[in-house]
């Protein structure tokens, strides 16, 4: 569940920004943002799975 606070601080962000005329801005940055998680959380920067061991 997203807290009370962070969809408000969400919301005034989003009116700040259209107030100013920054919302092409704005989205472009939040477009950069997901990019670099989606970059970061890449299958290739895990390490090692720990496989249990087998019994012969």
């Known amino acids: 569940m997203i807290p009370k606070q962070l969809i408000q ?14 919302i092409p801005k704005f ?11 989606l970059k970061e959380s ?3 920067k895990w390490g090692r799975a720990m496989l249990l061991p087998v019994r012969k």
């Open 9 to 22: 601080a969400a919301v005034a962000t989003a009116l700040i920004a259209a107030a100013s005329g920054q």
């Open 42 to 44: 890449q299958a290739s």
């Open 27 to 37: 989205i472009q940055t939040m477009r950069i943002a997901q990019y670099q998680i």
